[in-house]
């Protein structure tokens, strides 16, 4: 098992939607959020970029029929309306946390700068950052490999409602290998989809390791930090 000091959990915005369609549920930001807790009570900085499916997705009908860009910013406001949800979350549970924004939106949050971010991370503050990385075209993928490199975390984890990295949908078909770990390189030649290109580039250029697992147990965001064989690596 490797010391980690300073995480970040990449969370897509269905997870806290539970049972409920196209909403938030109460129960399920509940149990993400005390999960988290437990993890930052072991002593580990945690920065948690969250994705905004629940209320948004740019494939959608709606999404499919506006340009690129706008659908784009309606995602990102989504990630931040969750980010919003889950920092009430932690506060209701008597943990210190803060909201970063890619833009500068009011008083929602703090514009993300990565010095004040590392500062928050020391003093004992979960992070969580919305917006994306305030730009159209670039995924919630993207932004938590970003967001990674920026605090100057350690690892990416990020959970997925699959056990890890598989060559093909294991949902849909029952003969889709799984790769315990797996190198960038062939993570790109195989073209698989559980994280885009982008955000693999990215994280290979700097020699960033990614955490596959399924995140959808109580339970498994302990499993995929001190458990080295759970979930899968890409590295």
């Known amino acids: 098992m490797k010391d980690y000091k300073r995480i970040l959990i990449k969370v897509s915005g269905e997870v806290l939607q539970g049972k409920c369609h196209s909403c938030i549920d109460n129960n399920a930001v509940t149990q993400i ?8 009570n072991k002593g580990i900085e945690m920065g948690v970029v969250i994705g905004g499916g ?16 706008d659908a784009d910013n309606i995602g990102m ?24 924004t890619s833009q500068n939106i009011g008083n929602i949050g703090l514009p993300f ?9 020391t003093n004992g503050k979960i992070v969580v950052f919305g917006g994306g990385t305030g730009n159209p075209f670039f995924t919630t993928d993207t932004a938590a490999i970003l967001r990674t490199l920026e605090i100057e975390a350690d690892i990416v984890l990020k959970g997925t409602k699959v056990d890890g990295v598989y060559d093909k949908d294991p949902i849909k078909f029952e003969d889709a290998k799984f790769f315990k770990t797996i190198s960038f390189d062939d993570y790109i030649k195989l073209n698989l989809k559980i994280m885009d290109l982008t955000a693999i580039s990215l994280a290979k250029e700097f020699h960033l390791p990614i955490k596959i697992f ?9 499993r ?10 890409i590295q």
């Open 77 to 100: 406001l989504a990630t931040i309306q969750n980010s919003i949800v889950l920092n009430e979350k932690f506060r209701e549970l008597h943990t210190d946390s803060v909201v970063f």
């Open 224 to 233: 995929a930090i001190f458990e080295d064989d759970f979930g899968s690596l």
């Open 113 to 121: 700068n990565a010095e004040r971010a590392k500062s928050a991370l």
């Open 214 to 222: 399924n995140i959808n147990y109580y339970g498994n965001i302990q």
């Open 33 to 40: 959020a005390q999960e988290l807790i437990e993890v930052h």
């Open 54 to 69: 629940n209320f948004f997705r740019g494939a959608s009908s709606v999404g499919n029929k506006m340009k690129r860009t």
